[in-house]
């Protein structure tokens, strides 16, 4: 079976913390076998029927299944923060190829909160300045409060202004 969908730290130390968004398994795989099993059904009742010909459209009905299919099963995010760097990177990968990659001072992070709407959720950055942005969209899957937490506690022991993380 497939590895878990759910968001988790895979690294975590007092300088560095490392959480991984990896591909959505499930849903991925229910779209491939979407457009797999419509097109096989097209194909077999397409010979039992003695037409001729390829319709255009056939590619058409398919194609949004298939390739969200391969976009879900291929996307990743990785998080890093790094007290030693100063630094938060954040990369996003899709259809393995296309990525963006944004980073900024650790010192500009205020911390994370778990946004919920509708039963799903999303991980959104507080920065100092008020904005704020999300690690991606709404979803479903299981971590979000555990990299919340994990972000947060990271935050704490790694203050931006100079302080002591101990208070002393």
């Not at 030693?84 to 990968?93: D, F, N, T, Y």
């Not at 899709?94 to 799903?120: A, I, K, M, P």
């Amino acid at each position: 079976m497939f590895p878990s969908s759910a968001i988790r730290v895979v690294e975590s130390s007092p300088s560095r913390l490392v959480i991984f968004d990896p591909p959505y398994y499930g849903l991925g795989l229910g779209l491939l076998l979407v457009a797999a099993i419509s097109a096989a059904l097209w194909f077999l009742t397409r010979s039992h029927a003695g037409a001729k010909g390829f319709p255009w459209w056939i590619p058409l009905l398919v194609s949004p299944f298939l390739l969200g299919g391969i976009g879900l099963m291929t996307s990743t995010t990785r998080l890093v923060l790094s007290a030693s760097e100063g630094k938060v990177k954040l990369s996003s990968c899709y259809f393995v190829f296309v990525c963006s990659n944004q980073e900024f001072g650790l010192g500009d992070l205020q911390g994370v909160r778990v946004e919920t709407s509708e039963g799903f959720r999303s991980l959104v950055f507080l920065l100092q300045s008020g904005e704020t942005f999300s690690m991606g969209g709404f979803s479903s899957r299981a971590g979000y409060y555990e990299a919340e937490a994990a972000i947060n506690d990271f935050l704490k022991r790694n203050p931006s202004d100079g302080r002591d993380p101990l208070g002393r």
